[in-house]
T-cell receptor, first 117, second 114 residues
Framework: AQSVAQPEDQVNVAEGNPLTVKCTYS??????LFWYVQYPNRGLQFLLKYITGDNLVKGSYGFEAEFNKSQTSFHLKKPSALVSDSALYFCAVRAGLNAGNNRKLIWGLGTSLAVNP | DSGVTQTPKHLITATGQRVTLRCSPRSGDLSVYWYQQSLDQGLQFLIQ???????AKGNILERFSAQQFPDLHSELNLSSLELGDSALYFC?????????????FGNGTRLTVT
């Protein structure tokens, strides 16, 4: 079965420190991977995606993510956290074109990031 | 601003009632998705339309239905409402319909069933 896991419900980090929000997945074929952020009382916003190419993907607001095929992971990172980065982060994955017809987007349960001043 | 407009922002209604949620996708986007977000179940995919046709179905209850109109706006109809239907309902749109292009979300409709 296809799945996405965000193993941490909450991540706390001090402002200025690097942050990592973890995501692992299990899908057929080569995955399409996405990160979204949700601020309070707002819809989700697209941060970045990986489909093919360089394993390190750069996105909005200084975020980046590294695709690791052997570990089936796509962790979100930022070198220096800001208080304004505090939000809910969602990882999503879709099976690739070589996976047949089951290509629905599957979502993680979200990780709440708190950046402390 | 994502360009996706959802109305109304808030809706309070009683059990057994029927409501309609409306979504206008971002200009140029052909695909519309509906999601339900609640504290206990997280983000649940309900249904997707692409250029007026149903493309994919998720965990949508039989009491719920949706459609996408020729002008590409979409409506989600929720009937025989139960307390457990209280949630935030999001509409999202994308250019393509294959799930490889980013989704653009509206700010949601918060439904409270009393």
């Amino acid at each position: 079965a296809q799945s996405v896991a965000q193993p941490e419900d909450q991540v706390n980090v001090a402002e200025g420190n690097p942050l990592t929000v973890k995501c692992t997945y299990s899908v057929s074929g080569n995955p399409y991977l996405f990160w979204y952020v949700q601020y309070p009382n707002r819809g989700l916003q697209f941060l970045l995606k990986y489909i093919t190419g360089d394993n390190l993907v750069k996105g909005s607001y200084g975020f980046e993510a590294e695709f690791n095929k052997s570990q089936t992971s796509f962790h979100l990172k930022k070198p220096s956290a800001l208080v304004s980065d505090s939000a809910l982060y969602f990882c999503a994955v879709r099976a690739g074109l070589n996976a047949g017809n089951n290509r629905k987007l599957i979502w993680g349960l979200g990780t709440s990031l708190a950046v402390n001043p | 601003d994502s360009g996706v407009t959802q109305t109304p922002k808030h809706l309070i209604t009683a059990t057994g009632q029927r409501v309609t949620l409306r979504c206008s996708p971002r200009s140029g986007d052909l695909s519309v998705y509906w999601y339900q977000q609640s504290l206990d179940q997280g983000l649940q995919f309900l249904i997707q339309y692409y250029n007026g046709e149903e493309r994919a179905k998720g965990n949508i209850l039989e009491r719920f239905s949706a459609q996408q109109f020729p002008d590409l706006h979409s409506e989600l109809n929720l009937s025989s409402l139960e307390l457990g239907d209280s949630a935030l309902y999001f509409c999202a749109s994308s250019v393509g319909g294959r799930g490889d292009s980013p989704l653009h979300f509206g700010n949601g409709t918060r439904l409270t069933v009393t």
